[in-house]
């Protein structure tokens, strides 16, 4: 009677724990997003009924992997420049701000991935929506310099498959993410064996399917600065960290302290006046313009070329005070609330003779020193800004993605 009793305990609590289960799959029966159970916590009608038309729960596994994304743990931070302030702009004064977990794109979109994207909007739209997304290769043009042949042969030619696009303005690069999301989400349907939706213009494949990810789309300056800045390198205890960064690496200096790698430059910039590469046989950084999107050593989050190579567009408008005026949690600047354009003199037609900025709601931000800037620039802090509609031989970008579901 004892062993039966015991085994009648065993039984018993293995039917307690499957009761338990039609509520939530953790110890204790609380149910989670990924394992609500089979009956609703606040009116116990059954989820997924059909005979009733009971609330349709979608399995959830978590938000899946994005391709060529890395996960960015969020946190607090100082944004500002930690380099003396030579331009005298003084518009990135220290602020400390909390930034929200996020993926970021480990490389700079490359030439192969923008015409895979032609390629399929030559197939499924309008020649008027092909032409808009055509980079500018007139961007390697210069009345003084020989730059021609990478005019024709920069973007198609297959030498330079992995190398950033350029000549992509701001517009077009949101454009470039609203198609990515949608072609990754699509084959995500695809793969998880459910009827692809109809999705309206404009519209998006409903989360709510369990097995999409949330939009691609340009990182804000804070989170962009944030992943570049990698200080999760820099913690040994607690809250403390040993040390700020200049550059997206440990140290002060442009050069690799470590390994066979030891005195290599640590990104793709311009040394000094007329210096790009060195000189034949000890070229420094080995690129006289952009350069292999994964040539150079990633930072503390898996990042490459979070400095040098080519600059990259964020979401931000710029404004001289946005690191004065925006929140402190995960801060953005999307449009001229408290600082309007009118305060700027940016409207020539109004204006023309007292015309003295380009600061208007369209003036897009753009960080990161590219292969022909100083190394001033590859300070994380350091910003410019640009006309969303502009293009140029030396911006690029990569996308983020927020972290869904997650409140750290």
Aim: proline share 5%.
């Amino acid at each position: 009677m004892k062993h039966l009793r015991g085994l009648i305990a065993v039984v018993g609590g293995s039917v307690v724990i499957a009761s338990c289960s039609l509520i939530g799959g953790k110890k204790g029966g609380k149910p989670t997003a990924i394992n609500p159970g089979q009956l609703s916590t606040a009116t116990n009608l059954k989820y997924n009924d059909e005979e009733t038309g009971g609330f349709q729960v979608k399995d959830f596994q978590g938000q899946p992997d994005a391709p060529n994304t890395v996960f960015i743990e969020g946190g607090r931070a100082v944004m500002g420049s930690y380099e003396e302030d030579v331009m005298s702009y003084r518009d990135n004064i220290e602020r400390t701000v909390s930034v929200a977990s996020f993926y970021m794109d480990e490389t700079e979109i490359a030439n192969i991935h923008w015409l895979e994207y032609m390629h399929y909007l030559a197939k499924d739209s309008s020649q008027e929506v092909y032409q808009a997304a055509l980079p500018d290769t007139l961007v390697w043009v210069g009345k003084l310099a020989f730059n021609d042949p990478y005019v024709d042969h920069y973007l198609r030619y297959p030498g330079f498959r992995y190398f950033p696009v350029v000549g992509v303005s701001w517009t077009q690069a949101n454009n470039y993410a609203k198609w990515r999301t949608t072609a990754v989400n699509q084959q995500l349907m695809r793969e998880s064996g459910q009827d692809l939706p109809e999705v309206p213009a404009g519209g998006r494949i409903p989360l709510e399917s369990g097995v999409v990810i949330p939009a691609y789309r340009l990182p804000t300056e804070a989170e962009w600065e944030y992943a570049a800045q990698a200080l999760i390198g820099t913690q040994w205890l607690e809250e403390m960290q040993t040390f700020q960064r200049i550059y997206p690496w440990d140290g002060h200096a442009l050069r690799n302290p470590y390994g066979k790698q030891m005195g290599f430059f640590l990104a793709n910039f311009k040394r000094g006046r007329g210096d790009y590469a060195g000189i034949a046989g000890r070229l420094n950084d080995g690129a006289l313009i952009t350069s292999y999107i994964y040539e150079f050593p990633p930072n503390d989050y898996g990042l490459y070329n979070m400095a040098g190579n080519v600059s990259e567009w964020v979401m931000d408008v710029y404004r001289p005070l946005s690191y004065q005026d925006f929140d402190d949690l995960n801060p953005i600047r999307r449009d001229g609330f408290l600082d309007d354009q009118k305060f700027y003199n940016s409207d020539f037609e109004k204006n023309p003779q007292g015309f003295t900025s380009l600061v208007t709601d369209k003036a897009r931000v753009y960080k990161g020193g590219s292969w022909k800037d100083v190394a001033y620039w590859m300070s994380p802090g350091t910003r410019r800004y640009l006309d969303q509609d502009s293009a140029t031989a030396t911006i690029g970008f990569r996308c983020a993605m927020i972290r869904a579901g997650s409140n750290y």
